[in-house]
């Protein structure tokens, strides 16, 4: 399926409204229609909540005073497990950039255990499995306010939230796969901070609410339609797409049947350049992402269609996502684990 510049575009005066109770919609990616638990869910059990108005005065109260104590450069310290990837490389130069500190400690594998990596000219040190944990407590423990940024590799995910659980230090979990539920249920029973999303790039994350409202507002509208999901990653992407399982599942409850097992998956470059339409400067770092709707007597079709090149959109989301979860830790707030939709909410993005 060739890619088409082909847009979807439509107006309308209407408002859609929703309740403030959906433990069903969860930003995650699932693999039927099995009703999700309100700890993942895309909304949560408050209200929406309107746009903050500033008023100028000259008080603050203390959660302005929190607000401004997790601006980047107040003591929140990152250690970035997968810093030799390019994803992991992307979000220290982004921290750095936002001032954030950056501890020069990794988690590899065992092959990558010992080795030096420079960015931003600072060199971090790669330990590999078998002393994670020392390091880890070593680490935190020079590092009270610390957070993990997660960009592994999918089969590390469940070993990796285990381990951050047993140590007790809050994680951004960037890396798409291994087993959700375990996942969340690892990270409630102990009880810890954390940020857990397959897609942190805040408009791609908008678009996603946006496909979960219409699915609930509007179930069954598109039954009977076939769909076509193409995505197009780099050739190092070994999963496939976490946002287009999450899209596909809103489709699904629109009312089309489809198996996650029939997304055409395009990890050849030449395809990317010649099919897709990638450009070559960005070959080694994309995400293409097409969803073709056909009705039964194939005389109506609706395409949607959403294409990022380079990185710099999930590494800027995933310092906002640390410098959110850092301001709910000294918050203590009650809620524990959160998705990129809390940090969309929260309105304080950089």
Request: aromatic share 6%; net charge negative; charged share 20%.
């Amino acid at each position: 399926m060739a890619a088409t510049t082909n847009w979807l575009t439509a107006s309308s005066s209407v408002f859609l409204t929703r309740s403030a109770v959906n433990p069903r919609l969860a930003f995650a990616s699932r693999t039927n229609h099995t009703p999700c638990r309100s700890r993942v869910s895309f909304l949560g059990n408050e209200k929406r909540r309107l746009p903050v108005v500033l008023s100028m005065t000259a008080e603050e109260g203390p959660g302005e005073a929190v607000v401004k104590s997790v601006l980047p450069g107040n003591g929140i310290s990152i250690m970035v497990n997968g810093c030799s990837g390019k994803m992991g490389k992307a979000v220290i130069k982004a921290a750095d950039s936002a001032g954030v500190n950056i501890v020069p400690t990794s988690f590899g594998s065992a092959a990558e255990a010992g080795q030096t990596v420079e960015v931003c000219g600072k060199e971090i040190t790669v330990h590999g499995p078998e002393e994670r944990e020392k390091v880890l407590s070593s680490v935190f423990e020079k590092h009270p306010e610390l957070i993990v940024v997660d960009y592994t590799i999918p089969s590390a995910v469940n070993g990796n939230a285990e381990l951050y659980s047993k140590v007790g230090v809050p994680f951004v979990m960037g890396t798409t796969g291994g087993d959700r539920n375990k996942l969340y249920e690892t990270v409630e029973e102990a009880k810890i901070y954390a940020v857990i999303s397959p897609q942190m790039g805040k408009q791609v994350v908008a678009f996603l609410a946006a496909m979960e409202i219409m699915a609930e507002q509007f179930p069954g509208a598109f039954a009977g339609y076939s769909l076509e999901v193409m995505e197009s990653h780099q050739a190092s992407k070994l999963d496939a797409s976490g946002t287009a399982k999450a899209v596909i599942s809103c489709f699904q409850e629109l009312g089309v049947s489809y198996d996650m097992d029939q997304i055409q998956l395009i990890r050849d470059p030449k395809q990317q350049v010649e099919m897709v339409g990638v450009p070559e400067e960005h070959v080694s770092g994309h995400a293409f992402h097409l969803y073709h709707l056909t009705s039964p007597d194939k005389t109506v079709s609706f395409e949607f269609q959403h294409n990022v090149c380079g990185r710099s959109i999930y590494a800027e989301g995933t310092v906002d996502a640390v410098l959110f979860l850092a301001k709910k830790i000294r918050l203590k707030a009650e809620q524990r684990i959160y998705n990129m939709i809390d940090v969309l909410r929260e309105g304080n993005m950089r």
